[in-house]
């Protein structure tokens, strides 16, 4: 059974450009929820995909947008990247509602610089 | 807003010692979990505690919750080395989103 998977591995952006992360939840799973984790710090929530719509959003900028695909995978897009962004990025994976524990992916590295 | 407070955020022990993280939260919650994670790596679920006095334990750890005090505790008994990583708990919202802690660097030294 495969778990949360996600690409690529690790990536290092400029400046001012665009970046795509990418999440297949685990088997059976149709939630999608994305995090992002600087270092030494807790994750913070992004924003929350089910049914292929954005459900809930935490606290972070219209330059961060997601989807979801109709095989539950999704995708984290940031733009006008910021040396801020620099970070772990995390995808969870869970049923709807998610009632029971969330299964994290091995996670993004992005480096801005 | 929901706030989830760790502490102690650092923890240095020595192996086979005991020792507690605590976890306080602001807001009513009807569960809650902890995490671990090695440097560099993905968060690792290690309990999910469901209701008012639930007790979980796996080996060295031990994690029970308190939802009328919306404090959470993970006990550690007689550590060893392999123990050492960050420790966080996590409390979810109403969509289920979770709020993290800042997390325990827990270090098991000889």
């Known amino acids: 059974d495969a778990g949360v998977t996600q690409s690529p591995t690790h990536l290092i952006k400029t400046r001012g450009q665009q970046v795509t992360l990418r999440c297949s939840p685990k088997?059976?799973?149709?939630?999608v929820s994305w995090y992002q984790q600087a270092l030494g710090q807790g994750p913070q929530f992004i924003f929350q995909y089910y049914e292929e719509e954005e459900r809930q959003r935490g606290n972070f900028p219209d330059r961060f947008s997601g989807h979801q695909f109709p095989n539950y995978s999704s995708e984290l897009n940031v733009n006008a990247l910021l040396l801020g962004d620099s970070a772990l990025y995390l995808c969870?994976?869970?049923?709807?509602?998610?009632?029971?524990?969330?299964?994290f992916g091995p996670g993004t590295r992005l480096t801005v610089t | 807003e929901l706030k989830v407070e760790q502490n102690p955020l650092f923890l240095s022990m020595q192996e086979g010692k005991n020792y507690t993280i605590y976890c306080n939260y602001s807001?009513?919650?009807?569960?809650l979990y902890w995490y671990r994670q090695d440097p560099g790596k993905s968060l690792e679920s290690l309990f999910v505690l469901l209701s008012n006095g639930a007790v979980k334990q796996e080996g060295r750890l031990m994690a029970s919750l308190d939802t009328k005090a919306r404090l959470s505790t993970l006990h550690i008994t007689a550590a060893v080395h392999d123990l050492s990583a960050t420790y966080f708990c996590a409390v979810p919202g109403s969509a289920r989103q979770l709020t993290f802690g800042s997390g325990t660097q827990l270090t098991v030294l000889p």
């Open positions: 088997s059976g799973h149709d939630t």
């Open positions: 969870a994976s869970s049923l709807h509602p998610p009632r029971g524990r969330q299964y």
């Open positions: 807001t009513t919650s009807d569960r």
